[in-house]
């Protein structure tokens, strides 16, 4: 798992009004939260696992992602270590048995596979269960929003 941090800021952003378009004159305010460096820390994460791929018996790396800013790390790893099989797994879910989202092009050109989607049986047994409990420290627990 690679992860990055979150920026936090106050903003502004037009008013939604049904029926009008976005002015930037009537605007509200709000939370901008904002994911910083997320994706270089895993393009970098990558293209490093690919250059000790002899070193570590890699054959494959499969990212789990839709972000087409991964495009360019993508074709990075298929120019430079050709014999590294490439997928892609879309973290999308099927509304009535149909995708929702096209596969990105960028992402969808540079790999040898591609699944466009997770089922929800995927994900439900993925999931931690809902309290977690630490030595030393009190329990993690599911929020119920969640």
Same mark, same amino acid.
């Given at each position: 798992?690679?992860? /990055?941090?979150? =920026?936090?800021? +106050?903003?502004?952003?037009?008013?939604?009004?049904?029926?009008?378009?976005?002015? +930037?004159?009537?605007?509200?305010?709000? &939370?901008? !939260?904002?994911?910083?460096?997320?994706?270089?820390?895993?393009?970098? /994460?990558?293209? +490093?696992?690919?250059?000790?791929?002899?070193?570590? %018996?890699?054959?494959?790396?499969?990212?789990?992602?839709?972000?087409?800013?991964?495009? #360019?790390?993508?074709?990075?790893?298929?120019?430079?270590?050709?014999?590294?099989?490439?997928?892609?797994?879309? #973290?999308? =879910?099927?509304?009535?048995?149909?995708?929702?989202?096209?596969?990105? /092009?960028?992402? @969808?050109?540079?790999?040898? &596979? !591609?699944?466009?989607?997770?089922?929800?049986?995927?994900?439900?047994?993925?999931?931690? #269960?809902? @309290?977690?409990? !630490?030595?030393?420290?009190?329990?993690?627990? %599911?929020?119920?929003? &969640?």
């Amino acid at each position: 798992m690679t992860q /990055g941090r979150h =920026r936090l800021a +106050r903003g502004y952003a037009p008013r939604y009004m049904e029926g009008q378009e976005a002015s +930037r004159r009537n605007q509200v305010a709000i &939370w901008q !939260l904002e994911e910083k460096e997320t994706d270089v820390n895993i393009a970098l /994460g990558m293209y +490093r696992t690919a250059c000790r791929s002899d070193q570590l %018996k890699i054959e494959q790396i499969v990212l789990v992602s839709g972000d087409t800013d991964l495009g #360019p790390a993508l074709a990075a790893i298929r120019q430079d270590f050709p014999n590294i099989r490439l997928g892609v797994i879309l #973290p999308h =879910r099927l509304e009535d048995k149909e995708l929702v989202r096209n596969p990105p /092009g960028s992402l @969808k050109k540079h790999v040898d &596979w !591609l699944r466009t989607y997770i089922t929800d049986d995927e994900l439900s047994v993925c999931q931690l #269960p809902v @309290k977690v409990p !630490l030595v030393r420290k009190p329990a993690i627990v %599911k929020p119920d929003y &969640w």
